[in-house]
């Protein structure tokens, strides 16, 4: 139980392009979803927290509109890359968990490897 | 700000060694603290869970310890095998930080047979 589905797994696209990046619950349902980055040889970087039906919360830093994320359901959030750049190539991960309170287990997606040209 | 070290950054040993993997946090105001295991290019994989009241939790030839006051977790790893090479996260949830989770820039293990 508790399978988190990311997609893709790897993109590789132009300078400029926005990409999308998909996260789903298969088997319980995600009031709470987690974006990271991670660059090779360094830990994980949380980028943003979403509620479903709720603004995401980002992390100082990171910058809103770079990064979209929707979390329209209680089972998928996405992440938007707008018009990246190859300094956004990374490794972004997802991770969901279900129900509120101070800590509810994470679960985590395999992560799309993103490169840009 | 909650911080997360973890010593060494890598570490190769020769199959069917024992071996220890440090983590250390700069404030004890824990609820848990997470070990993960991270295969090359893949998510993770959450192997135990010490609750902020416990000592250490055990799982087959792993056993992680916690000394909250310190700031301190070993993961110790039994008889190592080549399939246990992967990078070794630890993470903690700080108290006030909801769900969140900071991870340390991990120890990459590599086992040879």
């Known amino acids: 139980g508790a399978v988190v589905s990311q997609h893709p797994s790897r993109v590789i696209c132009k300078s400029g392009t926005s990409v999308k990046i998909e996260c789903r619950s298969l088997?319980?349902?995600?009031?709470?979803m987690f974006w990271y980055r991670q660059f090779p040889k360094q830990s994980l970087m949380l980028m943003a927290t979403s509620n479903e039906g709720s603004k995401a919360t980002y992390e100082q830093g990171v910058e809103k509109d770079k990064f979209l994320i929707n979390h329209a359901s209680l089972t998928l959030s996405t992440l938007t890359v707008t018009s990246a750049h190859p300094e956004d190539s990374s490794f972004y991960i997802c991770?969901?968990?279900?129900?509120?309170?101070?800590?509810?287990?994470?679960?985590f997606g395999d992560g799309t490897r993103l490169s840009i040209l | 700000k909650q911080e997360v070290t973890q010593i060494p950054a890598a570490l190769s040993v020769p199959e069917g060694e024992n071996l220890v993997l440090n983590c250390s946090f700069t404030?004890?105001?824990?609820?848990?603290l997470q070990w993960f295991r991270q295969d090359p290019g893949k998510g993770l994989t959450s192997l135990l869970l010490i609750q902020s009241s416990q000592r250490e939790q055990t799982s087959g030839r792993l056993n992680a310890s916690l000394d909250k006051s310190s700031g301190r977790s070993t993961l110790y790893i039994a008889a190592s095998q080549p399939g246990d090479s992967a990078t070794y996260l630890c993470a903690v949830t700080t108290i006030g930080g909801g769900s969140r989770l900071t991870f340390g820039e991990g120890t990459q293990l590599t086992v040879n047979p």
């Open positions: 088997d319980f349902q995600a009031t709470t």
């Open positions: 991770s969901a968990s279900s129900g509120t309170g101070d800590f509810q287990p994470q679960h």
């Open positions: 404030d004890s105001a824990i609820y848990n």
